[in-house]
């Protein structure tokens, strides 16, 4: 998927998968994580999510990133939050009060930028790409993080030829052939919900877990 369409998107306005409110699963199934307050957690396409100043109430330092410099800047101007901003090579890096937003590229995200993360809140990635590029997506998300790392994970089912997507149909299958070679994957659950338009849809949340190193594990340059 070109980056033309998501920065298109953000400028016309398309972004039915904004939600106007915090998400309920992350808000029901959060303590699952057993996290300690203050632990740094990482939300991938972030877009201006409110879902992130929800983490941050809960004590934790929130990192983001988002191809759409234009989302970024309107999470900050909507929540009337004042950020710096560092310009490097990468990204445009926009920091307030326990946030940090990267507008760029999610793959030339390091786990140097980042720093040892617990946790990742996935309602909008993995849901956003099209098959050819979700392998690549979960490989680099296992070279961001270290160990015993989680990811609560929301994907959406709904009957072929229902919906064009983004957000795409993802079934549990292909969540187990995503994730098992280097995740050890829980689903908690699943529920009928509204998707955009209006149609019906089935959503499931997983908690995954990021397995130590091994030499059967994916690879990846941890820095």
Request: with cysteine; proline share 6%; net charge negative.
């Amino acid at each position: 998927m070109r980056h033309e369409f998501w920065h298109e998107r953000w400028e016309q306005g398309q972004i039915g998968f904004h939600q106007q409110a915090v998400n309920r699963y992350l808000t029901d199934h959060w303590s699952d994580l057993g996290l300690p307050t203050g632990a740094p957690v990482f939300v991938p396409l972030c877009g201006k999510s409110l879902d992130m100043l929800w983490l941050r109430e809960q004590g934790h330092p929130v990192f983001g990133i988002e191809l759409s410099r234009k989302a970024v800047e309107a999470f900050f101007h909507e929540n009337e939050i004042e950020p710096s901003i560092n310009e490097t090579a990468r990204f445009a890096e926009y920091s307030a009060e326990q946030l940090t937003l990267f507008a760029g590229d999610y793959f030339q995200l390091t786990a140097s930028d980042l720093g040892q993360i617990h946790a990742v809140f996935d309602r909008a990635a993995l849901i956003a790409l099209p098959p050819p590029m979700r392998q690549a997506y979960v490989h680099h998300m296992a070279t961001l993080l270290p160990g015993g790392a989680h990811i609560l994970l929301i994907t959406m089912r709904y009957p072929e030829g229902t919906l064009e997507g983004p957000p795409f149909s993802i079934g549990a299958h292909e969540v187990e052939a995503l994730y098992r070679e280097a995740f050890t994957i829980d689903e908690r659950g699943t529920w009928d919900a509204v998707g955009p338009g209006g149609v019906a849809v089935r959503e499931t949340v997983y908690l995954i877990t990021r397995r130590e190193d091994n030499p059967n594990s994916i690879k990846g340059e941890r820095e």
